[in-house]
T-cell receptor, first 114, second 115 residues
Framework: AQSVAQPEDQVNVAEGNPLTVKCTYS??????LFWYVQYPNRGLQFLLK??????LVKGSYGFEAEFNKSQTSFHLKKPSALVSDSALYFC????????????FGKGTMLLVSP | KAGVTQTPRYLIKTRGQQVTLSCSPI?????VSWYQQTPGQGLQFLFE???????NKGNFPGRFSGRQFSNSRSEMNVSTLELGDSALYLC??????????????FGEGSRLTVL
């Protein structure tokens, strides 16, 4: 069975500082990996994905993520945080071996202080 | 292009009642998925439909059911509501060609409160 772990319920960072939101995954085959963001009282919005190729993936709003197969991780990063980045972030995985659904982590709340 | 539309946005029910939630996907999207979001459990997969067929089902009791119509609109139904069914129910759609590699487009959700 596939699974996603987001070890931090909340991440606090000051505006202008770099941010990292951690994600590790478990699948039996090769993974498709995704990051989504949820603003208050809204649905989820797609940020970026890793399918194949370059391990560093760039996405919306200046976010990027690095796929590390040996550590089974897909951490979300941004060089300089904005107050408007404050939101709930979800990592998700889909196993390539056979057809599977998208499994989400429990989410990490990012709070960026001015 | 209109996004994913979910109705109603908010509803309050009492235990034992049933509820039907509706989802209209983005035009051209034939794959529709449903998720339950709660603070303790995060996002949990309910079901996925494509061309009126349920393609996958999550680990929920039979009180949770769904269907998809020929116009790709989808409904989910929860019967004999329990307090623990209080949650945000999210619908997402995608193009079939991108259902594995592409992103899901989420609606804003239907927030169900069971009293």
């Amino acid at each position: 069975a596939q699974s996603v772990a987001q070890p931090e319920d909340q991440v606090n960072v000051a505006e202008g500082n770099p941010l990292t939101v951690k994600c590790t995954y478990s699948v039996s085959g090769n993974p498709y990996l995704f990051w989504y963001v949820q603003y208050p009282n809204r649905g989820l919005q797609f940020l970026l994905k890793y399918i194949t190729g370059d391990n560093l993936v760039k996405g919306s709003y200046g976010f990027e993520a690095e796929f590390n197969k040996s550590q089974t991780s897909f951490h979300l990063k941004k060089p300089s945080a904005l107050v408007s980045d404050s939101a709930l972030y979800f990592c998700a995985v889909r196993d390539l071996s056979g057809y599977s659904t998208l499994t989400f982590g429990k989410g990490t709340m990012l709070l960026v202080s001015p | 292009k209109a996004g994913v539309t979910q109705t109603p946005r908010y509803l309050i029910k009492t235990r034992g009642q049933q509820v039907t939630l509706s989802c209209s996907p983005i035009s051209g999207h034939r794959s529709v998925s449903w998720y339950q979001q709660t603070p303790g459990q995060g996002l949990q997969f309910l079901f996925e439909y494509f061309s009126e067929t349920q393609r996958n089902k999550g680990n929920f009791p039979g009180r949770f059911s769904g269907r998809q119509f020929s116009n790709s609109r989808s409904e989910m139904n929860v019967s004999t509501l329990e307090l623990g069914d209080s949650a945000l129910y999210l619908c997402a759609s995608s193009l079939e060609a991108e259902v594995l590699t592409g992103e899901l487009f989420f609606g804003e959700g239907s927030r169900l409160t069971v009293l």
